[in-house]
């Protein structure tokens, strides 16, 4: 297991993993785009040269957003998501952060169990948030 940061050669295949992971994936565009940002910051996860999990985290002035975290099915419940949030925490803290907050939807424990396990808390929801009109939780970890 290898963590780096992404490189613009990695956008397919974490556009074809986000497609794998998501009903309402991020186009190829929109990631490239992201990743040209000089505010974001992303790392990805390989094993066997194949991409398994990655994340991207965008950086304001005291805020940061994580934007980005996504596991393939297969590698997922190791440790894996962790990490990727735990490597984004780190940047941001590093980057002079003293929160950072995220949107996550309602129907998804696995991810809102991994976030309160990195030291998230909810905040509210945000009703019809995705395109399907499913609602996201807002959550917030603020750094000491």
Known sequence: ????????????????????????????????????????????????????????????????????????????????GRAIVEALLEHAEKMGAKRVFLEVRVSNASAQMLYLGCGFVGLYCRTRYYPDGEDAIVMVKEFA
Do not use: H, K
């Open 1 to 80: 297991m290898s963590l780096r940061s992404w490189t613009m050669e990695d956008i397919d295949a974490i556009a074809a993993l986000e497609a794998e992971c998501f009903s309402d994936p991020w186009s190829r565009r929109l990631l490239a785009q992201t990743f040209l940002s000089e505010r974001f910051y992303g790392v990805l996860m390989e094993e066997n040269a194949a991409i398994v999990a990655y994340g991207g985290i965008a950086m304001g002035f005291e805020e940061a957003e994580l934007e980005l975290v996504a596991v393939s099915e297969m590698y997922r419940r190791c440790g894996r």
